[in-house]
Nanobody, 126 residues
Framework: QVQLVESGGGLVQAGGSLRLSCASSGRTFSRYAMGWFRQAPGKEREFVAAISWSGGTTYYADSAKGRFTISRDNTKNTVNLQMNSLRPDDTAVYYC???????????????????WGQGTQVTVSS
């Protein structure tokens, strides 16, 4: 099982930036893809971005394309989400997640992931 701890959330004005980080432990980090999801109040958890085990392949939700960048450092067992041009509708709790299988290129669906962090709140004011 993987343990995940997110950090970096907070309150920012529209148009601003935040960088989320997720530290992983408990399994060989460089073997599995990672994802970021978010959940706004009263809404389902939704896909934001994913990155392959090697970092060479990335996927984004349409809402994140051009504004968010996912990256990973396999020497530090961390995955990051750089969020720019933030909008009020980006307000949500953001979760990092670890793919249940090794060596997958990335996955957009919740069912691919079996380990989740506790979440970090991102609030964007207008």
């Amino acid at each position: 099982q993987v343990q995940l701890v997110e950090s970096g959330g907070g309150l920012v004005q529209a148009g601003g930036s935040l960088r989320l980080s997720c530290a992983s432990s408990g399994r060989t980090f460089s073997r599995y893809a990672m994802g970021w999801f978010r959940q706004a109040p009263g809404k389902e958890r939704e896909f934001v971005a994913a990155i392959s085990w090697s970092g060479g392949t990335t996927y984004y939700a349409d809402s994140a394309k051009g504004r968010f960048t996912i990256s990973r450092d396999n020497t530090k067992n961390t995955v990051n989400l750089q969020m720019n041009s933030l909008r009020p509708d980006d307000t949500a709790v953001y979760y990092c997640a670890a793919d249940r299988r090794d060596y997958r290129w990335g996955c957009r669906t919740l069912a691919c992931y079996d380990s989740w962090g506790q979440g970090t709140q991102v609030t964007v004011s207008s």
